[in-house]
């Protein structure tokens, strides 16, 4: 049977598409491993590659906070990306890496088995919920699959980009804590 462990021990050698030529260290995910709640992002940028992990940087900040204004923090969900491997400059992933990466993230999922997943953006939710996806218009609403709640909100860079998003992304995210509390078992809020 397959474990998170040993999926990221494989995940660390994977040579799939030529991000792996570039990266500095593969981006698995972070977080409790039985968390309801998992959030994806795109792909990780330049101090995610550096450190390994998601989120880390200035969006990584503004994600924390956004969290707590919802009282969730780290250890209570499970954050992931699209593609393990920084894409160069930050650009968006192609479609060829998220088609040789995608199989990581659904193996993570599988292991996970979170109740909500929340896509961290257009990118994100184009690949999870539906390939027409438009964040400006379809964030915040619900969707299901597979017994699964999921939801997108504006990618955290987003948001530091343009912080006329923010009251939006307010109004998301306690459309979010109201859903973990009809569907998540845990005690998360």
Not at 127 to 139: A, E, Q
Request: charged share 30%; aromatic share 6%; proline share 6%.
């Amino acid at each position: 049977m397959e474990s998170l462990e040993n999926l990221r021990e494989s995940c660390l050698r994977c040579d799939r598409c030529a991000l792996h030529e570039t990266r500095t260290n593969v981006v698995f995910g972070v977080g409790n491993p039985e968390a309801e709640v998992m959030f994806i992002g795109e792909g990780p940028g330049e101090q995610e590659d550096l450190t390994g992990e998601p989120f880390v940087g200035r969006a990584g900040k503004l994600l924390d906070d956004m969290l707590s204004i919802i009282d969730l923090d780290r250890t209570k969900i499970y954050i992931a990306n699209i593609v393990k491997c920084r894409p160069p400059k930050n650009r968006d992933p192609l479609n060829t890496e998220q088609d040789a990466c995608i199989g990581w993230l659904r193996r993570q999922t599988a292991l996970i088995k979170p109740k909500i997943i929340v896509c961290l953006g257009r990118i994100a939710a184009m690949r999870i919920i539906t390939p027409d996806f438009k964040i400006s218009s379809d964030h915040g609403c619900w969707y299901e699959s597979n017994g699964v709640k999921m939801t997108a909100i504006y990618h955290p860079a987003a948001l530091l980009r343009d912080p006329r998003r923010r009251p939006e992304t307010f109004i998301d995210l306690k459309e979010l804590q109201r859903m973990i509390k009809m569907v998540c078992t845990r005690t998360y809020i």
